[in-house]
């Protein structure tokens, strides 16, 4: 018989999983930390944030948008609506590792969706 968990992803919500599963996710979460740290030593390395949908809340993501770039709200709102309308994706700026989180964070509580390249993109990228 699976033993069923509740299994928190921070930003999107909280699952019902097998027990085997969240124990496996736990540890690829743990060896991807491990991965970041590697290659964002000290957390000082520079990395593109990316806005790739704005939700439903388009307002509030106009608002994180306008305070992440300092854009003026005509700008911002154009920009916000290239992603909204066309699903283009918007690079939102380039943050240290840290800032850029938590900038991510804030334009996901907004209900936007964002992406962050991980360890294994940026070190393919530096392989290139």
Not at 36 to 62: E, K, N
């Amino acid at each position: 018989m699976t033993t069923l968990v509740r299994f928190e992803i921070p930003g999107y919500g909280s699952f019902t999983v097998s027990k085997d599963w969240a124990e496996s996710i736990a540890m690829i979460t743990e060896q991807a930390a491990q991965a970041t740290l590697m290659v964002y030593p000290g957390a000082d390395m520079v990395v593109p944030l990316y806005l790739v949908d704005c939700g439903s809340r388009r307002i509030a993501v106009i608002k994180e948008y306008r305070s992440a770039t300092g854009k003026t709200l005509r700008d911002s709102k154009r920009d916000t609506d290239r992603v909204f309308q066309n699903g283009e994706r918007l690079l939102v700026g380039n943050y240290p590792f840290n800032q850029a989180e938590a900038v991510a964070a804030a334009f996901r509580s907004a209900g936007a969706t964002v992406h962050m390249p991980s360890a294994l993109e940026m070190l393919a990228r530096a392989g290139t």
